[in-house]
């Protein structure tokens, strides 16, 4: 199989070009940097600064994850217009591309978040569930999926996956809470009693090859675990794995100061339940926090 991936050389694009190597899929990323991808991805790994540097040999599926991190810093007004501009506009431009050309894939997964969701509560959330909040994230998302699903105009089946907190030592949310936990500075944010919807790094490259090879896949689907847990646990759990404490809470106040607009992502949060993936047949290798957090605290 014939696989174009964007944001390849991510934290998932990354590993999920070394699962499919390991499978004997043909690769293609296209990048910035091309010149990069095949010491990221893979010396078989073939990288792309345009799309029409693609030759118009047969291309079985797409899978779309690029996009800058949303969390790394403040959004201020040239923040939000890279995030969208990573996101949509790419998209965009994929799509465009699309129908210039004659041979198309018959299927694009798209990424996504629970961010589209916004602050659910106290809700549990499966795909059946429409926006909470309309804040930024919710309004990133949406867009997201929306451009991504014009691609059914096309004749291409669309697969959104709405990923949740990404548990994984070679990056991600977690890396940024290494540092404070082992200082002994952990701790709930705000009052800890919002929901975070946690996945293990195998798990959600486990999902995604599931869902390449699901006959008639398409829509929406929860990438989370289905044992989601609110932020106080999380931190206290992850104090117990890393042997700290982890009773320094980090004040409401204090992050709205600190991060403006972007503290509403870190003091809300989604129940979000995968009943989609669970209804499809597959099957989580971890669902307990504790588990996967002793796995990630063996691989750092």
Known sequence: MHILLTGGTGLIGRQLCRHWLQQGHRLTVWSRRPEKVAALCGAQVRGIARLQDLDDGPLDAI???????????????????????????????????????????????????????????????NETASPVIDDF????????????????????????????????????????????????????????????????VDDQIALIDFLLHLNGANGPYNACAPKPVRNREFAKTLGRVLH?????????????????ELSQLLLGGQKAMPARLLE?????????????????ARRL
């Open 137 to 200: 994230a919710s309004q990133l998302c949406i867009a997201w999926e929306e451009t991504a699903q014009r691609a059914e105009g096309l004749g291409i089946r669309v697969v959104l996956v709405r990923t949740g907190l990404v548990l994984s030592a070679e990056g991600g949310f977690l890396s940024r809470l290494l540092l404070p936990f082992r200082l002994g500075l952990g701790g709930p944010l705000g009052n800890g009693r919002q929901w975070m919807p946690w996945i293990h």
């Open 280 to 296: 499809a047949g597959f099957t989580f290798r971890f669902t307990d926090l504790r588990a996967a957090l002793d796995d990630i």
């Open 244 to 260: 700290r404490p982890a009773f320094m809470p980090m004040p409401a106040l204090a992050l709205k100061v600190g991060l403006g």
């Open 63 to 125: 899978v779309n994850l690029a996009g800058a991190p949303i969390a790394d810093r403040p959004w201020t007004h040239r923040r939000k217009a890279l995030l969208w501009s990573s996101r949509i506009t790419l998209t965009e431009t994929l799509l465009a591309w699309l129908e210039t050309r004659a041979q198309k894939p018959s299927l694009l997964i798209s990424g996504s978040a629970v961010g589209w969701y916004g602050d659910g509560g106290e809700r549990e959330l």
